[in-house]
């Protein structure tokens, strides 16, 4: 079987020592704290293969930490998180779905008095605005942007012209009754 011959720290100076002596006492960041261990141990003479084996990890995570340090130093020992996947949607869609989402459905040709998330969705998948969004985007953008939104409780609305006069008549009985 090939075996990788062994990697070492570059030559550790006393300060080097003493910063990395406390990193490991005072990191707050889990892979930080394991990576400056790396690099201690490695500059105390430990060959990757007994570091990997003390720290449960494979001998090329340790090699990888130790090339790091030698090329960046200190700055090898920090994890580079990165934001996540970059956004799907731009802005001026996302300005558009709020336009959307204040405007009244029937504005629009749909047949409801107000927009669930759901809704909402269909609709701007059906108009071309996105090829393809979640509800929790939707209203995560929603809130972003300060648009209030809350689950609203849907009732049907009268298609009777003279639903209003009547309305008015049943809530005047129950003001005055016979």
Known sequence: MFRRPDVFVR?????????????????????KLRRAIVVLMSAQGQPPPDIAHLLKTSENYVR????????????????????GAP???DEQTRDWICVIARCDPRFLGKPFSCWSLAK??????????????????????????GVPWRATKTWKASNDPDFTAKMRRILDLYD???
Do not use: C
Request: net charge positive; hydrophobic share 35%; proline share 5%.
């Open 64 to 83: 990888d930490v130790i090339h790091a340090f030698n090329e960046r130093g200190f700055d090898a020992l920090d994890p580079k998180w990165s934001g």
């Open 87 to 89: 956004r799907q949607i």
């Open 11 to 31: 030559q550790v100076s006393m300060a080097e020592s003493q910063r990395l002596q406390r990193i490991t006492r005072t990191a707050k960041d889990p892979v």
């Open 176 to 178: 005055h009754p016979p």
């Open 120 to 145: 909402l969705r269909d609709y701007l998948i059906d108009a071309g605005y996105v090829t393809a969004v979640s509800v929790e985007t939707i209203r995560r953008i929603l809130h972003e942007r």
